[in-house]
């Protein structure tokens, strides 16, 4: 599953049947996990918020999903670390 992920963000061309797919597949394990995209959105505000106090970050480019694991669901975060606080 987390490859179906790095494939949705990643560079590789793909068909569209393919993204398709992709997209679907994030949707159920959005769907499975109970998350609307407004608690998705608070969520990410509230990373953002506590990871801002330790280090300067690209909140631009930075990417949060959910991934599916068997029964379980993850976290998945892509955050560009610019610097470190002190």
């Known amino acids: 599953m987390l490859e179906a992920l ?3 963000f ?3 061309k793909k068909s569209s049947r393919e993204i398709a ?3 679907l ?3 159920l394990i959005h769907d499975r996990a109970n998350l609307s995209p407004e608690l998705m ?3 990410k505000n509230d990373i953002i918020q506590v990871i801002s106090k330790y280090m300067v970050i690209n909140k631009h480019d930075m ?4 991934a599916n694991d068997d029964d379980s669901v993850a976290l998945v975060a892509n955050i560009p ?3 470190m606080k002190h």
């Open 81 to 83: 670390v610019s610097k």
């Open 25 to 27: 597949k994030v949707v």
């Open 41 to 43: 959105e608070h969520l």
């Open 6 to 8: 790095m494939k949705i």
């Open 21 to 23: 797919r992709d997209r």
């Open 10 to 12: 990643g560079k590789e």
């Open 63 to 66: 990417e949060i999903s959910l």
